[in-house]
Nanobody
Framework: QVQLVESGGGLVQPGGSLRLSCAASGIIISTYRMDWYRQSPGKNRELVASITRGGTTNYADSVKGRFTISRDNAKNTIYLQMNSLKPEDTSIYYC???????WGQGTQVTVSS
């Protein structure tokens, strides 16, 4: 059974940082493209960052220079380091594995003073 379990969300002030984790079981993440998505109420789910099997990373324009996606193959876990957070980054963040379309349950990130 495949599970993607996100953690690390929470409440942070503008300008602060958080690191999200996505621990995978049932799959080997290095054989998948792994994504971080986010979705806010009333909005479509947005692709935030991705890392390919070869380690190439891509980012949404809205987070370039602030967010970093990484992978620890030994721990079978991906991360999203989020710096210089803004209120508009408030969302539920989801981990996603391609090509099998596996999703985690999401973790809430709230950026507010």
């Amino acid at each position: 059974q495949v599970q993607l379990v996100e953690s690390g969300g929470g409440l942070v002030q503008p300008g602060g940082s958080l690191r999200l984790s996505c621990a995978a079981s049932g799959i080997i993440i290095s054989t998948y493209r792994m994504d971080w998505y986010r979705q806010s109420p009333g909005k479509n789910r947005e692709l935030v960052a991705s890392i390919t099997r070869g380690g190439t990373t891509n980012y949404a324009d809205s987070v370039k220079g602030r967010f970093t996606i990484s992978r620890d193959n030994a721990k079978n876990t991906i991360y999203l380091q989020m710096n210089s957070l803004k209120p508009e980054d408030t969302s539920i963040y989801y981990c996603h594995a391609i090509p099998s379309d596996y999703w985690g349950q999401g973790t809430q990130v709230t950026v507010s003073s």
